[in-house]
């Protein structure tokens, strides 16, 4: 078992050429937090939430994310996990209590600066979210595509990003001929270009063998490493153990955290 503070030695070790890229990705855009280095990135506080007039799923969470941290989050199917991925998301409002989010309560940000405030947040979708009428590069590149970017000025980084996930040589094809574990690197990788300051990944090694989810792994913790925050939902205890890390437990609608 390795701290999370610590490089996760194996065969998948990144190169110079794509850690001198995520270097730059996550370096990008940072100015706002910097000045803040004391705040949590995101606060919860006695948070609640039910959908419709049903029961409370998740019951008076109260937590921190801090800046540069590295936690799982696991517990039983159920749970809620993903549930708490979308709060933190901002892709669903608290019945009740206060999420505070880079230093905003976001009950009190107007609905068109959110999708502003969610870029500073990757996620990883357990059903991977990619469009099927797009290439592997496509879906990549398409955070940066909307935003008006050219694309000569981020080709050259999601070819290396995507060699590097294993998934060079599928850069033409559509989601529908890729695997599961295909598809779920092409989606790491495109909330990667999005230059994430947290980054949330919903069983991320799910459908991945064992090589590779260790390589996944340890972009996390480089990734971490250069200063974004991590929060793995997983049920994968193998994954778990060979990380020292902070263990956020989901149970009966309440949360435990080990540091």
């Known amino acids: ?3 999370a503070s610590q490089r996760l030695p194996s065969n998948g070790r990144l190169s ?7 270097t730059v990705l996550v370096n990008k855009s940072r100015g706002e937090t910097h000045n803040r280095l004391s705040c949590p990135l995101i606060h919860f506080e006695n948070v609640g ?3 419709g007039m049903g029961p409370e799923i998740l019951r008076d969470l109260t937590f921190d994310i801090p800046k540069k941290s590295f936690q799982f ?4 199917s159920g749970a ?3 549930s708490l991925l979308r709060l933190l998301f901002m892709s669903l409002q608290p019945t009740r209590g206060l999420i505070r989010m880079f230093g905003r309560d976001i009950s009190e940000i107007p609905r068109p600066e959110l999708p502003l405030l969610r870029r500073r947040v990757g996620i990883v979708f357990q059903d991977f979210r990619l469009l099927d009428h797009l290439t592997t590069y496509e879906n ?3 955070p940066l595509r909307v935003r008006g970017k050219e694309e000569s000025s981020y080709k050259t980084d999601v070819l290396e990003l995507l060699k590097w996930v294993g998934l060079g040589e599928r850069i033409n094809v559509l989601p529908p001929v890729l695997s ?7 989606a790491i990788a495109r909330a990667l270009m999005d230059r994430p300051e947290v980054l949330l990944a919903d069983e991320p090694t799910g459908n991945v063998d064992p090589p590779m989810a260790r390589r996944l792994l340890n972009l996390f913790l480089e990734l971490n ?3 974004t925050a991590v929060v793995i939902a997983t049920h994968d205890l193998a994954l778990m153990e060979q990380v020292e890390a902070r263990r956020m437990i989901l149970s009966g609608g309440h949360l435990d955290i080990y540091d």
């Open 1 to 3: 078992m390795v701290n």
């Open 16 to 22: 110079g050429k794509i850690y001198r890229l995520l």
């Open 49 to 51: 939430l039910r959908y």
């Open 73 to 76: 989050l696991t517990g039983p």
């Open 80 to 82: 809620g996990k993903t």
């Open 140 to 142: 990549v590149a398409l």
């Open 180 to 186: 599961g574990g295909e598809k779920q690197r092409a």
């Open 225 to 227: 490493r250069l200063g």
